[in-house]
């Protein structure tokens, strides 16, 4: 494994990032409702100075917002989660062992409660001890790391 592949184990193959783009890609053209509200409050760089992404590939999981500089996956699930319990706890415990923290939220706290989810998300940006705008945020794109994980 090269250094770069080590210092960015959750990489994407771009064998399958080619696979994964398209969908990418439409999931953020057609975001959900919570999806759209809580972008509106990451986008530009607006929590704390961190900048998120929008369905950014993870290994073979595309999540809904994803922080580099804090190492920080952010998901809303909404009815289609519903009786996927099981494959969302094994997605978690994927990023988990790649050292990311994944926050997840319902459609409800968006909607309801957005101050609190908002809030969340900056204490764990806080507490991922890293600075925004560090050497993390300037990673290179998904295609040009290959992921242990994925077999790439």
Known sequence: MDEQAKAHPWRTSSVLWRRLKPLARRMRREPTPAERRLWQQLRKRQVLGFKFRRQHAIGRFIVDFYCAEARLVVEVDGPVHKGTQEEDVSRQKFLESLGLKVLRFTNDE???????????????????????GGPEGSEPDAEDTPSPACGG
Do not use: H, R, T, W
């Open 110 to 132: 968006v909607f309801n409660a957005l101050d609190a989810v908002v809030e969340q998300i900056a204490v764990a940006l806080a507490a991922s001890g890293s600075l925004p």
